[in-house]
């Protein structure tokens, strides 16, 4: 019985210490996770700080950008747009090669007119637009990042 005791304590301190790191973990992948989708986080980037600035004096200033533009769906599906979004503004912010008119894929696109309309549904559902399916961005689209650029990052050499 002695020996059987000696091998359960290293076991225990390795599943204790094997708990604390997943916690850790978790921790600290939610924390970067939450900061990574913060405006603050979104608007350092030299690329988006004009958009940015008409964001804060929006009417949509109270709503994180992650709200409007990562898709309504579990968390493995935001954090997989997430990660291939950011990677793309990483590479072209890194080589400075984003235009001065950022323009929306049409992936980005049909996930930020989902999430207007999950908000504003109730608004839109006795309008003209809702039979026909009329695209939000069409007429809003500078309503909360404004026209645009005036440069972009575009190297000329």
Not at 60 to 88: R, W
Request: overall charge positive.
């Amino acid at each position: 019985m002695g020996h059987h005791g000696t091998l359960h304590k290293p076991m225990m301190k390795f599943i204790v210490a094997g708990v604390f790191i997943g916690i850790f973990i978790a921790v600290a992948g939610a924390a970067g996770y939450h900061a990574a989708g913060s405006p603050a986080f979104c608007t350092a980037c030299h690329s988006m700080k004009e958009v940015g600035g008409h964001w804060q004096r929006s009417r949509h200033k109270q709503f994180a950008c992650i709200e409007c533009h990562l898709p309504d769906g579990n968390i493995m599906v935001q954090v997989s747009y997430k990660t291939k979004a950011g990677l793309h503004d990483l590479y072209h912010e890194t080589l400075r090669t984003y235009p001065a008119a950022i323009r929306i894929t049409a992936e980005a696109r049909d996930i930020a007119e989902g999430n207007c309309l999950r908000c504003h549904f109730s608004t839109v559902e006795n309008t003209f637009m809702a039979p026909q399916g009329g695209e939000c961005l069409a007429c809003h689209r500078r309503l909360v990042h404004g026209p645009g650029q005036e440069t972009g990052g575009i190297r000329v050499e």
